[in-house]
Every structure is written in C-alpha cells, then in structure tokens.
C-alpha cells in the first residue's frame, strides 16, 4: 500500500514538472497560425543558451539558414550520410549565397528559464515567403 501511494506521488510530481514547464508557453508555439495570404508562411525557431542574447542569436540563425535552404532550392540525396549532406549544403550555400535575398519578419517572441536548468530558452515566430521567387506581403498578428 505504502508503495503504491509512493508511486503515484511520484507520477504526481512528474507530471506537474513537465506539464509545468510549458504551462506559460504561448501557443503559436506548437500550433502555426495561418498565413493571411500565399505569399508566406508561419515558421518558429527555438534555442537554448547561457544567455538571453546568445539564445536570440542561435534562434536568428537558425530561421535565416533554414529559410536560405527554401528560398535558394537547395537539394541533397536523402541516401548520403550526414557528412555528405552538410557539405553539399554547405557547398550549394555558398555558390548562390550571394544571390539569395531572404524576406523575414519577426512577429513574436516567448523566453523562459525552464525549472531546475541554467539555460535560457527562446521561442521566436516568424512570417517567413512560401519561395524564393515571390516577395511576402507580410500582415500584422496579434500575439496575445
């Protein structure tokens, strides 16, 4: 009986520390709004660092590679190794790299410091162009 009742304290207490972690994260963060029009589309970048402004930093970086890799076309053969791959990004990145113009704006932005981590989370939504060949009409989003 005194196991049993151990048990489920313990499940108790898990649940609450998951459930809790995300209690105040904002839901455009798992749920995309719709774009307003077909010229974009919804995108959210998350990073973790030490610091607010290193986890902004990563989060920026990751949106203007991964938009990079839409607008500029680049392809890779899903049957190389990821060694392969990096560098055919890399390489395909850099040929057209100045030739790309990337589009984005940023609409809204959520931070925390999960419980219990030194790490700094940050949650950035942005309007991002469906290809690199038409120019967004970005519209405004209410992120409340």
């Known amino acids: 009986m005194e196991d049993n009742l151990r048990r489920i304290g313990l499940f108790i207490l898990a649940y609450v520390l998951i459930w809790g972690a ?3 994260v904002p839901p455009w963060v798992y749920t995309l709004p719709m774009s307003g029009n077909n010229t974009y589309d919804y995108k959210v970048t998350q990073a973790e660092s030490k610091t607010y402004d290193e986890a902004y930093s990563k989060a920026l970086a990751r949106a203007i590679l991964e938009i990079s ?13 990821l060694e392969t791959i990096e560098q055919d990004i890399t390489h395909s990145l850099e040929t057209i790299s100045k030739e790309v113009r990337i589009h984005i704006n940023k609409v809204c932005e959520y931070s925390d410091r999960p419980p219990g981590s030194m790490q700094v989370r940050v949650y950035i939504l942005w309007q991002v162009p469906k290809d690199g060949y038409t120019v967004p009409v970005f519209e405004p989003y209410n992120c409340d």
């Open 22 to 24: 995300y209690a105040g």
């Open 69 to 81: 890799w839409k607008v500029s076309g680049v392809t890779v053969k899903v049957n190389d190794d």
